[in-house]
C-alpha cells in the first residue's frame, strides 16, 4: 500500500506478521522463565545447570545472528527465515519431549537459529523497505505489540506450568513457530531485490562485512549501549523467578502477574518514545543521549535501594520499591531501544542484514554471559535481590558512559565524497536566500552513494592487493633464479 508521498506502507497482513516475529524471542525466553525452579526438581538438576539452558539458547542466539545478517544480505531473507522458523518448530517439539537437561540444553540451543532468524529479518525487511523516518514510525508501532509479549508471556507460563507442567510452554512455543511460518508464507515476499545484494558468499567476505561495520562509530554508539541497557535488563529476566518465588515466598501460579508488572514498563517506553521526542524536538542523536541518562538515572533508584535494609527484607515495602525501580529502568530501557535499532542500521543500506545481525549478537552474548553471571550469584550470595540491583544500576550507568565514548563529534553529515556534494549543495542553496529542506529519501540515497563508494573502494584495495601478491612472488621467484645462476657461475 502506497502513501500520498509515494513510500510504501505496510499492509495489515504484513505488519501482524511481523509483530509476530518480533515477539518470538521474548517469547522463547519468558514463556518458560516461571518453570525453572520445577524444571530443576524435574530433572534433578542444579540451579546453575537449569540457567544455561538460557545461557546455550542465548549463546547459539548471538552466534547465529552474527552469520544469518550476512547470508541474507546474499541470497534474500525469505529462504533463511523460512527455513529457521521450520528448525524452531522441529526444536521446541524436542524441547518439550526432553528426557534430561542436556537434551534439554541441545534442544534449545537448536531452537535459537529460528528465533534469531526472526529477530535479525525482521529488522533487515523494515531497512529494505523504508526510510529512516518512516522506520521511527513503523517500530513505534510495532514495539508496544513487541512489548506484550514478555508481558503475557510469564503469565501464560504460571498458567501452563500450574495446570499441565513446564513441558506445555514448549509446545506452546511450536504452535507459535508454525503459525509465523503459516503467515510468513503467505504474507512476507523477498525485501531484498537483487541488484541489492552483496555479490559473493565467502567467509572473507562475512568478516570483512563485519569489520566494516565494527569500524563505525555511528553503530558503535548505539550497538553498545544497547547491550549494556538491555544486560541490565537481563540480570533482572534470569534472576526473578528465584527472587520472585524463593525470596519474596509469592506462588507459582502467581509470579508470572507480578513479575509481568515490570514488563509494562517495556510497553510504556516503546510506546511513548517517537511521540516524546517530536514533543521535546529532539533529533534522534540527542534524544538517545538524553533517554541513556535518564536511564543510568533509574539504576541509580535501584542501586540506593540495594544498600537500604529493604533489600534485604522480604516485606511487601521491600518488593514495591523493588518492582517500582524495574519499571522505571525497563521504561528507559524499551525507549532507547526503538532509537537505537533506527540509528544503528541507518549508515548500512546494502549491508542492513550485516549490521543487525551484528547488533543482535552483541546484545545476545551479553546476555549469555549475564545469565552465567546471574547463576553464579544465586549459587554463591542467596536468592536476595541487593546483588543483583547493584549488577543492574552498573549496566545503566555504563550504558551512558558507552554512548559518551563512542558518540562521533558530530552525528550530521561526515567528510566523505558522496555527502560533500549534499553538503556543498545545501550552503550553496542557504547564501542564495533559498531554506532548503532535505527528504528521507535523498538522505537515504546519500547513504547509499556513500556506502557504495567506500565498498569500491575496498573491494578495489582487496583486487590490488591480490594481483600484488603473484607479482612480488614472480619478483622473488626471479631474483632467486639470478642468485642462483651468479652461484653457479
Known amino acids: 500500500m502506497a502513501r500520498a508521498d509515494g513510500e510504501e506502507r505496510p499492509s495489515c497482513g504484513l505488519f501482524t506478521t511481523l509483530a509476530l516475529l518480533g515477539a518470538m524471542g521474548p517469547l522463547s525466553v519468558q514463556t518458560y522463565i516461571p518453570s525453572l525452579p520445577s524444571m ?72 535459537a537459529f529460528g528465533a534469531a532468524s526472526a529477530m535479525v529479518l525482521t529488522t533487515s525487511v523494515l531497512r529494505d523497505k523504508y526510510s529512516a523516518a518512516s522506520r521511527e514510525r513503523i517500530a513505534s508501532n510495532l514495539s508496544p505489540v513487541r512489548s506484550t509479549a514478555p508481558l503475557l508471556a510469564p503469565v501464560l507460563g504460571s498458567f501452563l506450568e500450574a495446570t499441565f507442567g513446564w513441558r506445555s510452554c514448549f509446545f506452546f512455543l511450536a504452535a507459535y513457530g508454525l503459525l509465523s511460518l503459516v503467515r510468513v508464507w503467505g ?22 562485512n563485519s569489520a566494516y561495520v565494527l569500524r563505525r562509530r555511528e553503530f558503535l554508539c548505539y550497538a553498545l549501549p544497547e547491550c ?13 523467578p528465584f527472587i520472585l518465588q524463593e525470596f519474596y515466598l509469592i506462588p507459582v501460579e502467581y509470579f508470572g502477574l507480578i513479575y509481568s508488572m515490570t514488563f509494562v514498563g517495556a510497553i510504556l517506553g516503546s510506546f511513548s518514545s517517537r511521540r516524546l521526542r517530536l514533543a521535546l524536538h529532539l533529533a534522534p542523536p540527542q534524544y538517545y543521549l538524553f533517554l541513556s541518562a535518564v536511564n543510568a538515572g533509574a539504576g541509580l533508584v535501584l542501586l540506593v535501594f540495594a544498600f537500604t535494609p529493604l533489600s534485604v527484607s522480604s516485606s511487601v515495602a ?68 541487593r546483588p543483583i540491583c547493584v549488577a543492574i544500576s552498573v549496566m545503566g550507568c555504563l550504558k551512558l558512559l558507552l554512548h559518551l565514548l563512542c558518540r562521533p563529534a558530530s552525528h550530521g553529515v561526515s567528510a566523505e565524497a558522496p555527502s560533500k556534494v549534499l553538503v556543498t549543495t545545501s ?38 592487493a591480490r594481483t600484488a601478491r603473484p607479482a612480488s612472488r614472480e619478483v622473488e621467484h626471479g631474483r632467486r633464479g639470478e642468485e642462483t645462476e651468479a652461484a653457479k657461475a
Open 40 to 111: 530443576q526438581e524435574s530433572l534433578h538438576t542444579s540451579p546453575s545447570l537449569v540457567l544455561l539452558t538460557l545461557s546455550s539458547y542465548l549463546a547459539a542466539f548471538a552466534t547465529l545472528q552474527l552469520i544469518i545478517g550476512p547470508i541474507s544480505d546474499v541470497v534474500g531473507r525469505r529462504p533463511i527465515l523460512l527455513s529457521g522458523l521450520t528448525t524452531f518448530v522441529v526444536a521446541s517439539t524436542l524441547a518439550a519431549l526432553s528426557p534430561s537437561i542436556y537434551f534439554l540444553l541441545f534442544a534449545r540451543a537448536t531452537q
Open 187 to 208: 504474507s512476507l515476499p523477498e525485501s531484498l531485490p537483487e541488484d541489492r545484494r552483496q555479490p559473493r558468499l565467502r567467509c572473507g567476505s562475512l568478516l570483512s
Open 228 to 240: 549494556a541497557g538491555f544486560g541490565g535488563l537481563f540480570f533482572w529476566i534470569s534472576s526473578s
Open 318 to 385: 521491600s518488593q514495591a520499591w523493588l518492582q517500582a525501580g524495574m519499571i522505571f529502568y525497563t521504561i528507559c530501557t524499551s525507549a532507547t531501544l526503538v532509537q537505537g535499532q533506527v540509528q544503528a542500521l541507518e549508515p548500512f543500506p546494502t549491508r542492513a542484514g550485516a549490521a543487525a545481525g551484528l547488533m543482535g549478537t552483541m546484545r545476545s552474548g551479553m546476555s549469555c554471559m549475564i545469565s552465567v553471571a546471574a547463576g553464579q550469584i544465586h549459587s554463591h550470595l542467596g536468592h536476595t535481590p
Open 427 to 464: 550552503r550553496a542553496a542557504q547564501s542564495s536566500g533559498h531554506e532548503v529542506e532535505i527528504s528521507p529519501e535523498v538522505e537515504r540515497q546519500v547513504a547509499e552513494l556513500k556506502e557504495a563508494h567506500e565498498a569500491a573502494l575496498r573491494d578495489m584495495e582487496e583486487s590490488a
